[in-house]
Antibody
Framework: EVQLLESGGGLVQPGGSLRLSCAASGFTFSSYAMSWVRQAPGKGLEWVSAISGSGGSTYYADSVKGRFTISRDNSKNTLYLQMNSLRAEDTAVYYC???????????????WGQGTMVTVSS | EIVLTQSPATLSLSPGERATLSCGASQSVSSSYLAWYQQKPGLAPRLLIYDASSRATGIPDRFSGSGSGTDFTLTISRLEPEDFAVYYCQQYGSSPPLTFGGGTKVEIK
């Protein structure tokens, strides 16, 4: 079964850091680009960042550029999101998502994790 | 950045009725690279439609997508009780940022 499982969320103070992880199983992880998508409480979906299958190309939303870093370890089938200089507006459920196709660096997302909540508050 | 605008914000319908959801783009979406997702409270989004009109694996044929350029539509031919949810469109045809629409809530009338 194809599955994504996020971890690492929690409560952090403004200006703090957090690293999210997304463990993948059931597919050839290194063949697929992956993304992080977030959803603030009661709001819509916002794409945050994407990374190619090899990890050689990365992309970011302007709202997180320079503060967040996406990476992956294909030997561990794991995706990461390092979040620094966190702000109250970063409070959201963070989902990792798998690209539908095994080509290109961004696509529709056919598999989503269950999400992990990040709360930035003093 | 391509801005997606979904309408209406809320659609109040009864089971068995037809639902028509719209997604308008601020500029043409390349190669009709547009997807639709369904999200229920407390759950992750589920892919319904990709490439504007292709149904994802396991999606019932009462869901259909159409459109090209800047105007796209998701149609649910006959609403089932489990279809009441929020629906989002997403474009992936241009270089990032990838963008989502603001969502349409389909609620029971």
């Amino acid at each position: 079964e194809v599955q994504l499982l996020e971890s690492g969320g929690g409560l952090v103070q403004p200006g703090g850091s957090l690293r999210l992880s997304c463990a993948a199983s059931g597919f050839t992880f290194s063949s697929y680009a992956m993304s992080w998508v977030r959803q603030a409480p009661g709001k819509g979906l916002e794409w945050v960042s994407a990374i190619s299958g090899s990890g050689g190309s990365t992309y970011y939303a302007d709202s997180v550029k320079g503060r967040f870093t996406i990476s992956r370890d294909n030997s561990k089938n794991t995706l990461y999101l390092q979040m620094n200089s966190l702000r109250a507006e970063d409070t959201a459920v963070y989902y990792c998502a798998k690209d539908l196709n095994d080509y290109g660096d961004y696509d529709a997302f056919d598999i989503w994790g269950q999400g992990t909540m990040v709360t930035v508050s003093s | 950045e391509i801005v997606l605008t979904q309408s209406p914000a809320t659609l109040s319908l009864s089971p068995g009725e037809r639902a028509t959801l719209s997604c308008g783009a601020s500029q043409s979406v390349s190669s009709s690279y547009l997807a639709w997702y369904q999200q229920k409270p407390g759950l992750a989004p589920r892919l319904l439609i990709y490439d504007a009109s292709s149904r994802a694996t396991g999606i019932p044929d009462r869901f259909s997508g159409s459109g090209s350029g800047t105007d796209f539509t998701l149609t649910i031919s006959r609403l089932e009780p489990e279809d009441f949810a929020v629906y989002y469109c997403q474009q992936y045809g241009s270089s990032p940022p990838l963008t989502f629409g603001g969502g349409t809530k389909v609620e029971i009338k």
